[in-house]
């Protein structure tokens, strides 16, 4: 899942309009934030392996530490405390650390059954969605949409960042079509580091959006 992931961030604006889109951002790609870095130390694992499901071509053989369960609340702990100790908003800090653990649940939903429920054990879960391109698509596409909707129905932007924001959807939409339709990954290494991407994604988000 890609945008599936920032759609609830959006989303999260209905809930709380104090919590910056940037922060959202950063939160429900915590876990895929976490994973570059683990790929390049070699404590977890990919393959490239066109075919491994319909949707793409990765096979996430080992990532216990940025996404199991497990680990996904402790990172949802970790980052709700962190929000607290620096804006002193609990509403705030409890919805950032469930847009962590968010991640999770829609990786539950796409994935095959290679996600860790405990980082020491061998019980892997996955309701496979991504077996079904055009289920995986409307899925996704859908939640994005609802997020947009949640998003500009609770945020009051300027001209100058309407624009913003705009550009970074659009943005987004090029970034998955082109994951989807475009070429596999050249190579293992060429993942970890294109994943640093994504902090990008969290500035734009942090720009995009003035009222927090
Ligand atoms: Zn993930």
Redesign the pocket.
Known sequence: MFIGHFALALAAKKADKKLSLGTGFMAVQL??LLWPPFLLIGIEKVKIEPGNTAFTPLNFIHYPFS?SLFNAIIWSMLLATIYYFIRKEMRSALIAGLLVLS?FFL?LLTHRPDLPVFPWSDWKVGLGLWNNVALTLATEVGLFAAGIYFFISNTVLDKKHKIIFWSLIAFLLVVYVMNVFGPPPPSEEAISYAGFSLWLLVAWAYWADKSA
């Open positions: 876990l895929d996404h991640h990786d």
